[in-house]
Structures are given as structure tokens and as C-alpha cells.
């Protein structure tokens, strides 16, 4: 049997005006799971609170078998730029840096050599985008280059927020079947976050979020 890399358990979060009760999560390393839900379902406070950026109410969150609810937000901070992988829907790449030397960045800033940017590109398909900037890659490119530095350092948590949302089918597939390919290479556990429908029946699990009802969230 694999160990978890992610342990979600019993997790609330409240606003003012709102308790989010969130499902039970557990998936294993190399696994993959869709967290799908609408608008205001939660999804965005859910991604926050397992990455460490929100803490819960109440529940448990253990990765790579440790427990994040308890650490100070330093630790959780450090640990977060150790062990997870995030993919936002808004890239965040340096555009002052070349495509690889976004890479080497997220390297060093996780203390942690992982893979040799060059050959993670190859891998992509970007090997001749190495020295492009940011705004010189397609949206799809662009999107790619994300998912390489999420994985760089070989994290045991990758978390992908709306990976597909502003893409075509064809590239909506190619990304999840990437980053499938990457979270089963370095063992990681993935956690697809999405409202995109597309994305069911794709990964291994799939949870539905109901919608809530009075919630302050801006978006999820």
C-alpha cells in the first residue's frame, strides 16, 4: 500500500458569515485527484489552507507525514517552498528572467538541485525555449514552463489551480497528462483544484464540491 502524501481530514474554515465544511482528502504518492466544484464552492480557501497559507478551524493536514497545522507560519512558509509544487492559475513567472533561469530560481529558493533544468525542458518540449522570457511563450508554452518550475525541486505535494481554464481541449488534455507524467515521476501526490468539467474521469480521483451559500469569497 503507498503512503499519502496528502492527509486532509475533517477540515472547516469560517468567514464571518460562512463555516466551509471541506471533504476528506487522502491521496497517495503518484496518485492524482480532481477537486471539482462551482464558483463559491470553497476551492480557493481549500487550495490556501493545504498549501499553508490559511490555517483551519478545525481538522488535520499532514504531507509527507507531517502535520502543517501546527507549525508556525515560518515553518509552514519553509516547508511549502521544501515539499509543494504550486501551479497558479495566474503564472507568476519573472518576465526579467529567461525561462530557465525561472527555473534555477525556484530551485534555489527551495534549497533543493532536483532535476537539471535542461533535461525538465527537454522533457516538455521547451528545450529550445530555455533562454526565451516569459513573453515571448504562448499561453500553452507559458502554462508548460509553470508546471516545470512546480517540479523542479521534486516535491511530494503538486497543486494545480485551474490548469486548463483558458485552454483548447487538445491543450487542456496535454497539460493534465503532464502533469500526471510529472507527479508519478518524482512520486508526488497531485491535486487538481478546477470548476472545468473537462478534468473529470481524467485523473485518478475525483471529489465534488457542492456550491455554499453566503460566502465572502471573491472567486474560487
Do not use: W
Not at 507560519?73 to 519553509?78: A, G, I, L, P, V
Not at 457542492?210 to 465572502?216: I, V
Amino acid at each position: 500500500m503507498q503512503a499519502s502524501s496528502l492527509v486532509a481530514k475533517n477540515i472547516e474554515f469560517s468567514y464571518p458569515d460562512t463555516v466551509f465544511q471541506f471533504p476528506d482528502i487522502e491521496i497517495a504518492s503518484g496518485q492524482s485527484c480532481a477537486l471539482v466544484g462551482p464558483s463559491g464552492s470553497g476551492k480557493t480557501t481549500l487550495l490556501h489552507l493545504i498549501a499553508g497559507l490559511l490555517s483551519p478551524t478545525a481538522g488535520r493536514i499532514e504531507i509527507a507525514g507531517q502535520d502543517i497545522v501546527n507549525m508556525s507560519q515560518s515553518q509552514r512558509d519553509q516547508f511549502r517552498g521544501q515539499h509543494m509544487g504550486i501551479v497558479l492559475q495566474r503564472l507568476h513567472l519573472m518576465s526579467a528572467l529567461t525561462v530557465s533561469q525561472n527555473l534555477q530560481l525556484a530551485q534555489k529558493l527551495a534549497g533543493n538541485t532536483g532535476a537539471e533544468p535542461t533535461e525538465l525542458l527537454a522533457e516538455l518540449d521547451m528545450a529550445d525555449k530555455a533562454h526565451s522570457k516569459p513573453d515571448e511563450l504562448s499561453v500553452g508554452q507559458a502554462q508548460r514552463v509553470a508546471i516545470a518550475r512546480a517540479v523542479i525541486h521534486q516535491p511530494s505535494l503538486i497543486l494545480a489551480d485551474e490548469p486548463t481554464s483558458s485552454l483548447d481541449d487538445a491543450n487542456a488534455e496535454r497539460v493534465l497528462s503532464i502533469l500526471q507524467k510529472q507527479a508519478a515521476k518524482c512520486n508526488a501526490a497531485l491535486l487538481v483544484i478546477t470548476h472545468d468539467a473537462r478534468v473529470r474521469g481524467q485523473l485518478d480521483h475525483c471529489i465534488e464540491m457542492p456550491a455554499q451559500t453566503n460566502t465572502q469569497e471573491a472567486a474560487a
